[in-house]
């Protein structure tokens, strides 16, 4: 059975930078058909995609986050991990680590995220 | 790229039906098959309830269904029961750069 485990900082300082870590069991990150992604949610708000990797080290970020986000995979250690850079009060927020599988129908999409780690809490404060 | 739009909120009595909408444009829900579902209870991570517009992945029951007509994707909930007190959430292929879009949620109250 696929597990994804968040790991990182609960407490970050604004203007720094926020790292988390998804570490995947059960399974290898550098499947085909196969993105790793990290979606976040602030308190009593929805969901919002941050961004997706590929093993082979494509990425793809929310334009809203664009400029602040880097995502990159460790597939070693089957991980991969997330940095939120010049971080505020507005990016106080449960953040998740899933997979997202594509599906093939005239090109490649992505489709939906079929496992979900449990969370993160990670509360931006000075 | 904007959020997709979900009613806030959406109720039934224990037995009865209930649809939640999920509104996008040609771009995105409109143009592809790739729309999910995911359903969260509090406190949990979201589960995978619907995808492709309608597929059940397996062990959801057949309660859940999904439909899709033009811009709008639409989950129903038959025979609701306590357990299906949630919130609900719909997600999308946004159409460019393999970008994926939520909704705002919609909270489901059994009454």
């Known amino acids: 059975q696929l597990q994804l485990q968040e790991s990182g900082p609960g407490l970050v300082k604004p203007s720094q930078t926020l790292s988390l870590t998804c570490t995947v069991s059960?399974?290898?990150?550098?499947?085909?058909?196969?993105?790793w992604g990290w979606i976040r949610q602030p308190p009593g708000r929805g969901l919002e995609w941050i961004g997706s990797i590929y093993y082979t080290g494509s990425t793809y970020y929310n334009p809203s986050l664009n400029s602040r986000v880097t995502i990159s995979a460790d597939t070693s250690k089957n991980q991969f991990s997330l940095k939120l850079s010049s971080v505020t009060a507005a990016d106080t927020a449960v953040y998740y680590c899933?997979?997202?599988?594509?599906?093939?129908?005239?090109?490649?999409?992505?489709?939906?995220?079929?496992?979900w780690g449990q969370g993160t809490l990670v509360t931006v404060s000075s | 790229q904007s959020a997709l739009t979900q009613p806030p909120s959406a109720s039934g009595s224990p037995g009865q039906s209930v649809t939640i909408s999920c509104t996008g444009t040609?771009?995105?829900?409109?143009?592809?098959?790739?729309v999910s579902w995911y359903q969260q209870h509090p406190g949990k991570a979201p589960k995978l309830m619907i995808y492709?517009?309608?597929t059940r992945p397996s062990g959801v029951p057949d309660r859940f269904s999904g439909s899709k007509s033009g811009n709008t994707a639409s989950l129903t909930v038959s025979g609701l029961q306590a357990e299906d007190e949630a919130d609900y959430y719909c997600?999308?292929?946004?159409?460019?750069?393999?970008?994926?879009?939520f909704g705002g949620g919609t909270e489901l109250t059994v009454l």
């Open positions: 997600s999308s292929y946004a159409g460019s750069s393999k970008h994926v879009l």
């Open positions: 059960g399974g290898s990150i550098d499947t085909d058909i196969y993105y």
């Open positions: 899933a997979r997202l599988k594509e599906e093939y129908s005239s090109t490649w999409f992505p489709s939906f995220f079929d496992y």
């Open positions: 040609s771009s995105d829900v409109g143009g592809y098959n790739h």
């Open positions: 492709d517009v309608s």
